[in-house]
């Protein structure tokens, strides 16, 4: 079995990071697939699930993702800079 990299000296903090980790993770993938489909509404008024699961982003809008997901994850991690607000 593989160890796991430790962070801290008590593993059930580690283990509760990760779980942090994983839902930031999850509640951004809901939020890209959210916008997928607020995109889609607003553009054709239909959507399905093989159009939502196809969609491509247009490089501009790769960059507004990319910047979205840095702040994101600039929020889910700001709590090791000891800021809490």
């Known amino acids: 079995m593989t ?3 430790r962070q ?3 593993p059930a903090i580690d283990t509760l990071l990760g779980i942090a980790i994983s839902m930031g993770a999850e509640v951004y993938a809901l939020r890209d697939r959210m916008r997928i489909i607020e995109m889609m ?3 054709t ?3 399905s699930r093989a159009e939502i699961e196809a969609y491509k982003p247009a490089p501009e809008e790769e ?6 997901n840095d702040a994101f994850m600039a929020r889910l991690f700001r709590v090791f ?3 809490l607000e």
């Open 81 to 83: 800079e000891g800021d």
């Open 45 to 47: 008024g239909t959507i």
């Open 8 to 10: 801290f000296d008590d």
């Open 41 to 43: 509404l607003e553009t």
């Open 63 to 68: 960059k507004e993702i990319r910047k979205d």
């Open 3 to 5: 160890k796991r990299p």
